[in-house]
T-cell receptor
Framework: EAGVAQSPRYKIIEKRQSVAFWCNPI?????LYWYQQILGQGPKLLIQ????????DSQLPKDRFSAERLKGVDSTLKIQPAKLEDSAVYLC????????????FGPGTRLTVL | DQQVKQNSPSLSVQEGRISILNCDYT??????FLWYKKYPAEGPTFLIS?????DKNEDGRFTVFLNKSAKHLSLHIVPSQPGDSAVYFC?????????????FGQGTRLTINP
């Protein structure tokens, strides 16, 4: 079974530039998550999709972050404009629909904002 | 407000001995707890979980204990092996409108010494 795919793996940008990350979840997984992991901290949920609908985006900084999941499969997360404090690893995870299944994580995209 | 806390940033254990990683939480509504393991440049991988209705779950060398009255859980690894060296995250599951949401601790870096 193929895992969660993410690209790019690394990205370096200047502040105020924009950036986009892509995620392809495990086939058949209805739920998709985007997390932000700042160095020395645990992953923090940004947004959760169930199929192509948003379930929870309460911690997404909506003035600069946006995400979409077209056709309920792939997802993109965009930051525009980026700030220095956005430097982090952005993790995508997916999960089957059953109540207590674990989330499967991709390798993440390491973003550095200069 | 940190709902899930791992108070030890690092732990060093000799190979063959027991490793004990601790986690405290504040939200009594959490219904499921998970441990994830993370190697550098990889996403977290699921290790073991426990439902809030149980107090122990065992899987090979890994055992998770849950003390609901103390809002505390721990992960025991016996015997510890060099390949266990990684960052371990405790996560607690909350339900928002029926959807699972994970809240992560800050992580504990475990080093197994030969």
């Amino acid at each position: 079974e193929a895992g969660v795919a993410q690209s790019p793996r690394y990205k370096i940008i200047e502040k105020r530039q924009s950036v986009a990350f892509w995620c392809n979840p495990i086939s058949g997984h209805a739920t998709l998550y985007w997390y932000q992991q700042i160095l020395g901290q645990g992953p923090k949920l940004l947004i959760q999709f169930q199929n192509n609908g948003v379930v929870d985006d309460s911690q997404l900084p909506k003035d600069r972050f946006s995400a979409e999941r077209l056709k309920g499969v792939d997802s993109t997360l965009k930051i525009q404009p980026a700030k220095l404090e956005d430097s982090a690893v952005y993790l995508c995870a997916s999960r089957e629909g059953s109540a207590y299944n674990e989330q499967f994580f991709g390798p993440g995209t390491r973003l550095t904002v200069l | 407000d940190q709902q899930v806390k791992q108070n030890s940033p690092s732990l060093s254990v000799q190979e063959g001995r027991i490793s004990i990683l601790n986690c405290d939480y504040t939200n009594s509504m959490f219904d499921y707890f998970l441990w994830y393991k993370k190697y550098p440049a990889e996403g977290p991988t699921f290790l073991i979980s426990i439902s809030s209705i149980k107090d122990k779950n065992e899987d090979g060398r890994f055992t998770v204990f849950l003390n609901k009255s103390a809002k505390h859980l721990s992960l025991h690894i016996v015997p510890s092996q060099p390949g266990d060296s990684a960052v371990y995250f405790c996560a607690a599951s909350d339900r928002i409108q029926g959807a699972q949401k994970l809240v992560f601790g800050q992580g504990t870096r475990l080093t197994i010494n030969p």
